[in-house]
């Protein structure tokens, strides 16, 4: 493991920070040559994305905080006391309110936005994951499979066990799921949005069996996989269930196509 990537003088620059930096930042690059192919305003784009990032962050926070709570006891412990975690559901919900946010504040196509943007998730997901893996978090239960790993960062306290990879199980997952979002052909409008929630909870759901860490609840089922059901669920009569209007490109308006070489007013 490589908790630590390098050294800047007496600064460590951390793998998880380094690999979620370029996570975010191919997920923009793609996000930003997906609203070009789709003739989506530019400035739209640069208007999401902090109001996104805000969300997403505030969100993974406030689920895993909400799941462990019992590691914070008091109001003032949660104020004053940080200990490090991360929910990717809560990151995925408060993205979506980020989005809803911003189109509700700008009247923007919210259904449109999110299929433009749903590529980059798993996209930036999957190279966020290999960040966990070298920060050796995130890891899976002990076993003797020929390509077990031992984590080894001291401050999470793995043990000396050979383990399951899931942060790599998760991010090959994820990239097979960014490819097929990228080839699939939509029907209806948010067909791609809602394939990337079902896909995502199906992912999930299966490495939470190899996952060490979070503990059974009803039915032995940790709270993620719990929360992937719900998506799977959501995402099944949505895709079937229900009436969208048909997938077509959005008409382009150039004065409204600021931010890719336009200009605002």
């Given amino acids: 493991m490589r908790p ?6 007496p600064l460590p620059v951390y793998s998880y920070g380094v690999f979620s930096a370029v ?10 040559r997906e609203f070009r192919r789709r003739h989506l305003p530019g ?3 640069w208007r999401l994305m902090p109001r996104v990032a805000l969300c997403a962050f505030v969100g993974a926070r406030l689920l895993h905080v909400t799941a462990h709570w019992q590691d914070y006891n008091t109001f003032h412990a949660l104020l004053w006391r940080w200990r490090p975690g991360m929910s990717f559901h809560g990151a995925m919900l408060g993205s979506i309110a980020g989005v809803w946010w911003t189109a509700k504040r700008f009247d923007m196509p919210m259904v449109v936005l999110l299929d433009a943007l749903t590529p980059s998730a798993p996209l930036g997901h999957a190279i966020g994951r290999v960040g966990c893996f070298f920060n050796g978090c995130c890891y ?3 076993t003797k499979v020929p390509w077990a790993v031992r984590f080894r960062n001291p401050t999470l306290r793995p043990g000396d066990l050979t383990r399951h990879p899931t942060q790599i199980y998760e991010a090959f997952g994820l990239f097979l799921l960014f490819g097929l979002l990228v080839r699939w052909s939509p ?16 992912l999930r759901f299966i490495t939470e069996f190899w996952r060490e860490g979070t503990k059974g609840t009803w039915l032995r089922l940790t709270y993620p996989q719990w929360l992937s059901v719900a ?12 009436k969208s209007p048909q997938a077509k490109r959005f008409n382009k308006n150039p004065s409204h196509d600021a931010g890719f070489g336009g200009q605002v007013s």
């Fill in 187 to 202: 029907r209806k409008v948010g067909e791609r949005f809602w394939l990337w929630l079902g896909g995502y909870g199906i």
């Fill in 231 to 242: 998506l799977m669920v959501l995402a099944f009569f949505r895709m079937t269930l229900t």
């Fill in 23 to 32: 996570g975010l930042l191919v997920g923009f690059l793609w996000a930003r």
């Fill in 140 to 142: 899976g239960k002990p």
């Fill in 4 to 9: 630590v990537l390098f050294w800047l003088g």
């Fill in 43 to 45: 400035v739209w784009l």
